[in-house]
């Protein structure tokens, strides 16, 4: 086996000011208390990026998750601030924009101009252990077929600025903006996409590799292949699904590769086409089955055949009843966005949107206010 297939995880949470619901631009004091090997800035000051240590299983992977958030939100009490791993706060306003104070995010700001000021998103990105980076590059091309079931698994982001724009989520179709995101199109080798990144640089489009903002890539900093396509979870187990499925659809990949098979490379179009349909709709609506001559099935349809297309390599990693079993629970608990627009109709409310996505991200069940209490922190810190 040459991938390692060890697991880990970047996730984004949104800063949100308890008394309004509105973002707040707290990260520095939260960062200031808070150890720099575990969490980190972001583009903009109303968002803590966490990055959990290198593990070997799901239940590690669920609770180093719940581990991490557990110390954001012990940081953000004193600040009367909630986090919310979704892929926009129900509340954001374009206005509510601060740019994180770096040399590196103001040059962002000063090209890219509304690109930036208009990110107040937040995903989550996996990692797979993969030290080979020929590997990589040819699975990060074999997996793409599956990415849409995995964006809309996470579909966490049906309102910005305050409105309801009709996606499942809208965080994919503003990230899917800057000029690196999407599929790579084909390539031979590392070297091919190191040439690429290379270009990209040379030509001003970016600065560093960092900005390779490509759906799947090669990390810049780890050796691992990073899935980047999807919106922050507010429930944890539906960050550990896609991490299972994704570290299963690596090995089966890899094993296309050891065994030779062909390679058909999806015409960038219909990886569009696929990318947005899982945007649009989430799980509540059709997606693509990623053939070679796609056509529309139901979304359930489409989680229930990647699972069980992949069950041997579930099951060679020991993972095939725990996936099996949150697919099963996610398919009927629907996507945050489908949730979140549940809570909406209760009152039309985005309150009690805001209360539904703080209570799920730091652990506090059942319905009520999502001001912290001191039962609810200790679970949270508990990971429970």
């Not at 890219?112 to 590997?135: A, F």
């Amino acid at each position: 086996m040459t991938a390692e297939l060890t697991l880990g995880a970047e996730e984004e949470l949104h800063l949100l000011d308890r008394a309004s619901g509105k973002l707040a631009a707290r990260a520095p004091q939260l960062l200031a208390r808070l150890p720099e090997d575990s969490y980190s800035a972001e583009l903009q000051r109303t968002t803590v990026e966490t990055n959990t240590a290198v593990v070997d299983s799901l239940d590690g992977l669920r609770t180093e998750l719940l581990r991490l958030r557990g110390g954001v939100v012990a940081a953000a009490e004193p600040e009367g601030v909630g986090i919310a791993a979704v892929g926009t706060a129900p509340r954001s306003a374009i206005a509510d924009f601060e740019l994180t104070d770096s040399g590196r995010y103001g040059r962002m700001q000063e090209q890219y101009r509304l690109l930036v000021d208009e990110q107040l998103i937040c995903g989550l990105q996996i990692h797979v252990g993969v030290s080979d980076r020929d590997l990589a590059v040819e699975i990060m091309q074999r997996v793409s077929r599956q990415l849409p079931v995995l964006l809309a698994l996470s579909a966490s982001s049906p309102y910005w600025n305050g409105h309801d724009t009709g996606y499942a989520s809208i965080r994919s179709m503003i990230w899917q903006r800057w000029p690196t995101c999407g599929a790579t199109g084909p390539l031979a080798s590392a070297a091919e996409y190191d040439a690429l990144v290379d270009d990209l640089i040379s030509s001003g489009v970016i600065a560093d590799s960092k900005m390779a903002y490509f759906d799947v890539r090669p990390s810049a900093h780890a050796p691992t292949l990073e899935l980047r396509v999807c919106d922050g979870c507010p429930i944890v187990d539906d960050a550990v699904l896609i991490a299972g499925l994704f570290r299963a659809a690596v090995r089966a990949a890899e094993q296309d590769v050891e065994a030779g098979l062909p390679f058909v490379p999806e015409p960038v179009p219909l990886h569009r086409a696929a990318m947005w349909r899982a945007a649009r709709s989430g799980l509540s609506g059709d997606l693509l089955d990623g053939n070679i001559r796609p056509r529309s099935v139901p979304a359930g349809d489409a989680v229930r055949a990647l699972v069980s297309s992949l069950r041997p390599q579930l099951e060679e990693l020991g993972d095939w009843v725990q996936v099996r079993d949150l697919a099963s629970a996610t398919l009927a608990r629907g996507t945050s966005a489908d949730r979140q627009r549940a809570a909406f109709a209760q009152r039309d409310s985005l309150d009690d949107v805001v209360d539904l996505v703080v209570r799920e991200t730091q652990g506090l069940g059942g319905a009520g206010t999502w001001m912290l209490g001191e039962e609810g922190d200790a679970d949270v810190r508990a990971g429970r």
